[in-house]
């Protein structure tokens, strides 16, 4: 089965606070990319609210349970108390975990699963109680070890960084070796029982490439360079070639 395209309203939501005003409007550009083919709809809301507020998730929450109830509503950040509230509140079919110091500017590693073996597990076993599925942001550099280690803290998946591989889009010469990282990664998660999403740079240009070599794979979070397109492109359109590129016919 192609991977699924969930579209990440992180940058959407940076323009529109640029002013104090409503648009681009979360709501509606959600509302368009569901609409075009996404399965479902990312954000990430920082303890700043410098793009996604609060505020937005019910919204989204709404969108989703009112108007498309197939879709899946995934809200990814570091598992501070606070977050776990908002995903109380919020109840995403899924949460990703990242490991983010809050001053970054976006996620740019996976998680030591080494280090924070039992922080993780802790926070996994009460985010499922609350019946969300849980991935766990990694790495994709091939360390089979690691991926148990993220198995054992009881996580469904793991979402694999690709900030490397899409860094490569002027220097072909290096995406081989990332890519099998990706792919090794992949396969010990899957061997495991874990599903695999993947998530950071990706374009419609570097995606074919990714599930080729991971055909196992479930999900991609797309903002960025998704949001960029649409500029170009409409949302509407965006989404359907990037839903191509993840090999759905569409």
């Not at 940058?11 to 709501?27: F, G, K, T, Y």
């Not at 009112?66 to 977050?83: K, L, Q």
């Not at 924070?116 to 790495?139: I, W, Y």
């Not at 839903?243 to 016919?249: F, L």
Request: proline share 6%.
């Amino acid at each position: 089965m192609p991977a699924k395209l969930s579209v990440n309203l992180n940058a959407i939501a940076m323009l529109r606070n640029r002013r104090d005003l409503p648009w681009p409007s979360v709501e509606g550009l959600g509302r368009i990319a569901l609409q075009a083919g996404a399965s479902g709809l990312t954000v990430h809301p920082r303890p700043d609210q410098r793009h996604i507020r609060f505020s937005d998730l019910p919204v989204i929450r709404n969108l989703i349970d009112d108007e498309f109830p197939e879709a899946e509503f995934n809200i990814e950040g570091y598992p501070t108390e606070e977050f776990l509230e908002l995903c109380a509140a919020a109840a995403p079919e899924q949460v990703t975990l990242v490991p983010d110091d809050p001053s970054q500017a976006t996620s740019d590693h996976g998680w030591d699963f080494r280090k924070h073996q039992a922080f993780l597990t802790d926070v996994v076993s009460r985010l499922k109680k609350m019946g969300c599925r849980v991935s766990l942001f990694a790495d994709g550099d091939g360390d089979a070890e690691a991926v148990k280690l993220a198995k054992a803290t009881g996580a469904d998946r793991i979402e694999l960084y690709t900030g490397p591989y899409g860094g490569c889009y002027d220097a072909p010469e290096r995406v081989g070796p990332i890519l099998d990282g990706l792919g090794k990664t992949a396969d010990a998660a899957i061997a495991l029982g874990l599903a695999v999403n993947a998530g950071h740079d990706l374009t419609v240009a570097n995606l074919p490439a990714l599930v080729k070599r991971i055909p196992g794979l479930a999900e991609v979070s797309i903002g960025h360079g998704l949001t960029a397109d649409a500029l170009e492109y409409g949302m509407a359109e965006t989404v359907r070639r990037f839903c191509r590129a993840c090999g759905q016919k569409i």
